[in-house]
């Protein structure tokens, strides 16, 4: 499968934010307000396009999820690019709605694909245990759990689970679609207002993986659980019922990371190939 854009056309990549509370996740959808279709909408009216505008993303957030950095990418033609880039950003930002903002617009290098060519998505989760309840100035954005975390504990744990596995555990199955994930990163540290935030960063995501992970390791962190609880669920590769899939406003899509610009197409290439564990 090419990443070749096509003839008169510029790639175009956008560096985005938004707050997922009023929105139904990421993907387009007839009759529900999403991310992908208002920034569409947006983009086909500030620059007068005849087409519909198609939209690449690097991670599909689910209702909720939250996004300090996502990056997408549209190839619009080339004309119109040239014409239209230097005022872009600033119109995109008067024609947007107020939770969602793009707050970069470029042209992207030879080979680049917003979904295919990266490398690492790093999310946070925010969990706050205070027994008073959560800030109310942060309440959209941590999770409030009843009982108190040990942090360090949750460590333990997180320990055991990186590395490349199936994490079909952890995941809603999609058909045809791999579970085998590489989790680079898992690491929870209290914020200077007493939030537990745990940094998850992987290769790539399945559907409703972080939000697994967590909710298995707060069972550890409250002591309803030993430290290698989340560990047995993952060898067995099946969902537990023990392990609830936690609330998405405390999610965030931090980063998203790519290779140099010479390495972007054959990342996009190798990232379309599908996984399978080594023998043994």
């Known amino acids: 499968m090419s990443d070749e854009v096509a003839p008169g056309r510029v790639r175009v990549r956008l560096d985005l934010s938004y707050d997922g509370k009023d929105f139904s996740g990421w993907a387009r959808q007839t009759e529900r307000r999403t991310v992908q279709g208002e920034l569409e909408a947006a983009i086909g009216t500030v620059l007068r396009l005849a087409e519909p505008v198609e939209l690449t993303v690097a991670g599909r957030t689910d209702a909720g999820v939250h996004a300090r950095g996502q990056v997408a990418h549209v190839d619009l033609p080339g004309e119109v690019w040239q014409r239209e880039a230097d005022k872009l950003l600033r119109r995109l930002a008067g024609r947007l709605p107020q939770d969602v903002r793009v707050r970069r617009v470029v042209a992207a290098p030879e080979g680049f694909n917003a979904r295919f060519s990266a490398v690492w998505r790093r999310y946070a989760y925010r969990v706050g245990d205070h027994p008073g309840g959560v800030d109310p100035l942060l309440r959209g954005h941590v999770l409030w ?3 108190p975390v040990d942090v360090e504990l949750m460590n333990r744990a997180a320990e055991l689970l990186l590395g490349e596995h199936d994490f079909a555990a952890y995941c809603k199955k999609r058909e045809g ?6 989790l680079q990163l898992l690491r929870w540290t209290r914020t200077a207002d007493g ?8 290769d790539a995501f399945c559907h409703n993986m972080v939000r697994a992970l967590v909710g298995a390791m707060i069972l550890v962190g409250d002591g309803h659980r030993p430290v290698d609880f989340p560990a047995r ?3 067995g590769r099946v969902r537990d019922s023990a392990v609830n899939v936690v609330r998405p406003h405390g999610l965030t899509l931090e980063e998203v990371g790519y290779p140099a610009d010479d390495a972007l197409a054959a990342r996009a290439v190798e990232a379309r190939n599908r996984r399978t564990l080594p023998a043994g």
Not at 177 to 182: E, L, M, P, V
Not at 195 to 202: K, L, Q, W
């Open 233 to 235: 669920v993952l060898a």
């Open 195 to 202: 939030v537990a935030e745990a940094t998850v960063r992987a």
């Open 145 to 147: 759990h009843d009982r």
């Open 177 to 182: 679609a791999t579970t085998i994930r590489t």
